[in-house]
């Protein structure tokens, strides 16, 4: 693996940290008058589109470029809150040798106390350390305690079935969200005879129930039993809320907590501050493991910083946004979704160049939602296709700045995998190039629903929903970064389209979109959001619409079940990383917009993950 400096965030070619950031000189914006006058071409395209990106066909035009400037919409998005002197003005103390030394001596505790726990033990230390962060400290450990749990699920050797919900929940999510295709059926035994879930289980244990709900959201498509579970447990916990006194308040707030949004749906590394709160309140808690969790937490976050600046001065080095006012300055926001995709400290680069995708992401859909008009971004659609600067000698001047700033990017970023992966620069060329180009193909076939006032069905909506979302585009990303081994079957799944986990964790990111934002690109004119088009199209309130949607996140989480089980043994941890994505989703548009509106909990987030030590 190359070392993090390779990644051409490297402040060698940033130029000096110490010197003002309104002095910093980048080529792309320096020459694009220079680029420009290369160009020589006399057409400008026109776009038809049909069925999805790969139908969509040119017929070539004269060029007619007039001044729209004053009848361009705006999102009135506010400006960025994080400046450069904050992200600069980030620091950690927890980067020494001394700490590295501290991390092991408690593993080694740890392991110790691993070794010789109770089978019951053991599954909640195997809980305690992936709720606290602590993965990818224990790998083999997690390992071993999988292959105990699965021997003893199948014999039921320590008697799980009618005895302990709890423990048999517990075990049951754990093997599950490991990729371990285990049945429902060890749960039939809490099952009465009126078919009902209740059978040998005491309902006064009230974490019991919580674990049980926790599980019942890894269900596959067709499992009864796991229906029934969601719906007896969801139904108990929401009446312990509502109707009864808990004197345990550590104990309410995770009922609250669980309500609100299930484990299985929240993104690993957002969740373990909070965790660790909550298991500093618990009363069997170990302290060697509660303090290593601390460490590491801070350990994590120094590195997170260090990524964070290198990207900042990568960011005010580009001067892309004082070019493209039109567009989000969300570069902090975008490194939040890195992070929450892959935060372990070897995945650098990988979160380096996932937030350079992301930052463009937002500028380019803002250019094709909001500012573009359609001729323009007909014309750009192509010159991302053939990648040719010939396309652009008529794009306004910061369009065309838009462009360069893109395709430069997108050059570092394939410079940045080889270093990485050794995979050929041309080949990772290649494959962005044709993701950016899908993405934009789509972005422009929403561009033209919107103009000509036509709401597609929801079937035709959805249909290219998960590649706009840009789940893909984020996905080749991760795969082109951790699957080298693989990298033939991979490439041969890519280019058939059968990478399923992929489509359902981008439908879930398109759907969350829409809940969050489409009141807000309707009421500026946008294309139409899945719910518009559920609502058209059967006559339904928009209460009604809204809980179609949502019921239809559920059953693409049931799908993300079944094919993460089926890809694991191939996508091995890739399949994690892109299934982080989905649940992202849910963080950034659970009631609001996290990307158009900072000021809410996304501002207090990056605060907890990147400013303030624990």
């Known amino acids: 693996m190359a070392s993090i400096h390779q990644c051409s965030l490297s402040s060698s070619k940033l130029g000096s940290p110490f010197l003002p950031h309104f002095t910093i000189y980048h080529p792309i914006i320096s020459n694009i008058k220079n680029k420009s006058t290369q160009i020589n071409t006399s057409t400008t395209p026109q776009l038809h589109a049909s069925n999805g990106p790969d139908s969509l066909q040119y017929q070539t035009k004269p060029a007619m470029m007039?001044?729209?400037?004053?009848?361009?919409?705006?999102?009135?998005?506010?400006?960025?809150?994080?400046?450069?002197?904050?992200?600069?003005?980030?620091?950690?103390?927890?980067?020494?040798?001394?700490?590295?030394?501290?991390?092991?001596?408690?593993?080694?505790?740890?392991?110790?106390?691993?070794?010789?726990?109770?089978?019951?033990?053991?599954?909640?230390?195997?809980?305690?350390?992936?709720?606290?962060?602590?993965?990818?400290?224990?790998?083999?450990?997690?390992?071993?305690?999988?292959?105990?749990?699965?021997?003893?699920?199948?014999?039921?050797?320590?008697?799980?079935?009618?005895?302990?919900?709890?423990?048999?929940?517990?075990?049951?999510?754990?093997?599950?969200?490991?990729?371990?295709?285990?049945?429902?059926?060890?749960?039939?035994?809490?099952?009465?005879?009126?078919?009902?879930?209740?059978?040998?289980?005491?309902?006064?244990?009230?974490?019991?129930?919580?674990?049980?709900?926790?599980?019942?959201?890894?269900?596959?498509?067709?499992?009864?039993?796991?229906?029934?579970?969601?719906?007896?447990?969801?139904?108990?916990?929401?009446?312990?809320?509502f109707h009864s006194n808990l004197q345990d308040n550590n104990l309410s707030k995770e009922v609250s907590h669980t309500l609100e949004l299930p484990l299985h749906w929240r993104v690993p590394w957002f969740e373990v501050r909070y965790q660790i709160g909550a298991y500093a309140e618990e009363p069997h808690r170990n302290l060697v493991l509660l303090e290593l969790a601390k460490l590491n937490f801070n350990m994590v976050q120094a590195v997170h910083q260090q990524d964070l600046k290198e990207l900042s001065r990568w960011w005010t080095n580009l001067r892309l946004i004082e070019n493209v006012s039109f567009a989000r300055d969300r570069l902090v926001e975008s490194f939040?979704?890195?992070?929450?995709?892959?935060?372990?400290?070897?995945?650098?680069?990988?979160?380096?160049?996932?937030?350079?995708?992301?930052?463009?992401?937002?500028?380019?859909?803002?250019?094709?939602?909001?500012?573009?008009?359609?001729?323009?971004?007909?014309?750009?659609?192509?010159?991302?296709?053939?990648?040719?600067?010939?396309?652009?000698?008529?794009f306004p001047e910061n369009v065309k700045i838009c462009f360069w700033a893109l395709h430069d990017t997108i050059d570092e970023i394939a410079s940045d995998i080889e270093n990485e992966t050794s995979l050929p620069r041309a080949i990772a060329l290649t494959y962005l190039r044709k993701a950016w180009t899908d993405f934009c193909k789509v972005l422009l076939m929403e561009a033209q629903w919107c103009n000509r006032g036509h709401t597609p069905s929801l079937e035709e909506y959805l249909r290219i929903a998960s590649i706009s979302s840009s789940g893909p585009l984020l996905s080749l990303i991760i795969f082109l970064f951790e699957t080298q081994e693989i990298r033939e079957e991979l490439t041969n799944m890519w280019e058939k389209q059968q990478v399923d986990l992929v489509h359902y964790s981008s439908l879930i990111i398109r759907l969350c979109n829409d809940l969050a934002t489409s009141t807000a690109e309707l009421e500026r004119g946008d294309t139409a959001s899945s719910i518009l088009c559920y609502m058209k199209e059967t006559n339904a309130s928009e209460d009604i619409a809204r809980r179609h949607i949502k019921d239809l996140i559920s059953n693409t989480w049931i799908k993300i079940n079944r094919e993460f089980i089926s890809q694991f043994n191939v996508l091995k941890t890739s399949a994690n990383l892109v299934r982080n994505l989905a649940r992202l989703s849910h963080f950034f548009y659970h009631d609001r917009d996290g990307f158009g509106v900072q000021d809410c909990e996304t501002k207090k987030l990056i605060a907890q993950l990147l400013a303030e030590a624990l």
Not at 205 to 218: F, G, M, P, T, W
């Open 66 to 241: 007039t001044s729209l400037e004053d009848e361009r919409r705006s999102a009135n998005y506010k400006p960025n809150i994080w400046n450069y002197d904050f992200v600069e003005s980030l620091k950690s103390e927890y980067t020494g040798a001394a700490y590295q030394l501290h991390v092991q001596k408690s593993k080694e505790d740890l392991i110790h106390v691993f070794k010789h726990a109770t089978y019951f033990s053991k599954l909640q230390i195997l809980k305690s350390i992936e709720e606290l962060g602590l993965s990818n400290m224990f790998e083999r450990e997690i390992e071993e305690g999988l292959d105990i749990i699965e021997s003893n699920y199948m014999r039921s050797s320590v008697n799980l079935q009618g005895k302990d919900i709890q423990a048999t929940a517990l075990s049951f999510r754990l093997l599950r969200q490991h990729g371990h295709d285990v049945s429902q059926d060890i749960f039939i035994h809490f099952i009465d005879k009126k078919d009902a879930f209740t059978n040998g289980m005491s309902t006064s244990n009230v974490e019991a129930i919580i674990e049980l709900l926790q599980a019942s959201h890894l269900a596959l498509e067709g499992e009864d039993i796991m229906a029934k579970a969601n719906s007896f447990s969801y139904d108990f916990l929401k009446d312990v809320h």
């Open 336 to 394: 939040l979704w890195a992070l929450g995709v892959a935060p372990e400290p070897h995945y650098s680069c990988l979160r380096k160049c996932l937030t350079k995708v992301i930052a463009f992401i937002l500028v380019i859909d803002d250019l094709y939602d909001v500012y573009g008009t359609l001729e323009e971004l007909e014309c750009f659609t192509r010159a991302i296709e053939r990648w040719d600067s010939k396309e652009i000698q008529h």
